[in-house]
């Protein structure tokens, strides 16, 4: 049981509010270690079969362990490549584009073992990236652009490791896929950032940490980048559909334990003036939000201070709940993703 809160360890889910609030009413000092762990675990194995199902079919994969600079531990980072049934030649001696994927979970859980099982949304590039086709295990036919190779990083979680932690994991982690993208095999100057919810948030961060970066394109999908957890969306959706207000609320607790945590730039990327002081060197940048999410305004929010910073920035509204790209129609994934095929040269 949680510190006798009634709570147990091994049922414990932040989307059941009695349990997140027994524990939000303590401080994270008197948190168990591993309150989060089995629950982790579980998420990390559904995930895990998930990526064999949607993902595996069409990429091998490898796992690098790179060093990080906070803390005496390594970071995990999974490279993707398409399988050599799918792949095609590029010509005129091109490398193809490299995408850097950074998972969702509320900085809490992780991806799966071999990846994130959501990064399968960028195989479905559309009709006009037809260099391959492929059949999915539906047997549903596909347009898949082999042009391009993804690296994801496993960063380091919450409320093991509070911020800063994943975004430093996240930082080290792109300059590890600059300066081995040739070794990879890919193209150093046509690299985009791309990550959902709490991924969206690191994604963010890691533009307001980094002056002038070599990256061509950045997605950010439905960030979690307020922790006031106080807008109209958190109202309107408190009990879901999907995400739960109280789910967020652990979350961000988890992340950044006291209101000084949560000021720096590194926790939420709107914090102080780094935004702006980045903007010059801010590639272009798609934000998503969920019709029906929590965290709907917090893409509205970090989208309006973009073009208030003078970026180059769009913004679409997707129908659904959190998670919205993965069930959208192909006619709705075309009209984002063709703005990544756009800026990496993906024709």
């Known amino acids: ?36 762990d089995t629950f982790a675990a579980s998420t990390r194995e559904k995930k895990t079969r998930k990526w064999r199902k949607m993902v595996e079919p069409w990429w091998d994969h490898e796992l690098v362990s790179v ?50 099982p959501q990064i399968g949304i960028l195989r479905r590039l559309g009709p006009q990236l037809l260099i391959a086709a492929a059949s999915h295990p539906t047997n549903t036919r596909y347009r898949t652009h082999p042009g391009f190779h993804m690296t994801e990083v496993e960063y380091a979680l919450a409320p093991r490791y509070p911020c800063p932690a994943a975004a430093e994991d996240v930082i080290n982690s792109l300059d590890w896929v600059l300066s081995h993208a040739a070794a990879l095999g890919g193209d150093p100057e046509r690299v985009a950032v791309m990550g959902e919810s709490a991924g969206g948030n690191l994604a963010a961060a890691l533009h307001a940490a980094r002056r002038r970066l070599p990256v061509r394109f950045a997605g950010v999908f439905y960030p979690m980048v307020e922790n006031a957890v106080a807008s109209p969306s958190y109202s309107l959706f408190s009990q879901g559909p999907g995400l739960r207000k109280c789910a967020m609320e652990f979350f961000w607790r988890a992340y950044c334990p006291t209101a000084e945590a949560c000021s720096t730039w590194r926790c939420t990327p709107l914090s102080g003036d780094a935004l702006a002081a980045a903007a010059t060197g801010h590639p272009p940048t798609l934000v998503i939000s969920c019709s029906s999410d929590v965290l709907r305004d917090d893409g509205v929010r970090y989208w309006r201070a973009l073009v208030a910073a003078g970026v180059a920035a769009d913004h679409q509204q997707v129908e659904g709940s959190h998670g919205c790209t993965h069930a959208a129609n192909s006619s709705t994934r075309d009209r984002y993703l063709d703005k990544l095929r756009v800026a990496l040269g993906l024709d």
């Open 67 to 116: 060093p990080s600079t906070h803390g005496q531990r390594n970071i995990t980072i999974a490279l993707h490549r398409w399988r050599a049934r799918h792949a095609v030649t590029l010509g005129g001696g091109r490398r193809p584009a490299l995408v850097l994927w950074v998972h969702g979970g509320g900085m809490v859980l992780p991806s799966g073992r071999l990846g994130d």
């Open 1 to 36: 049981m949680l510190a006798g809160l009634g709570v147990s360890t091994a049922t414990f889910n932040p989307a059941d509010c009695d349990s997140s609030y027994a524990l939000l009413e303590r401080p994270n000092a008197e948190w168990p270690v591993g309150a989060t």
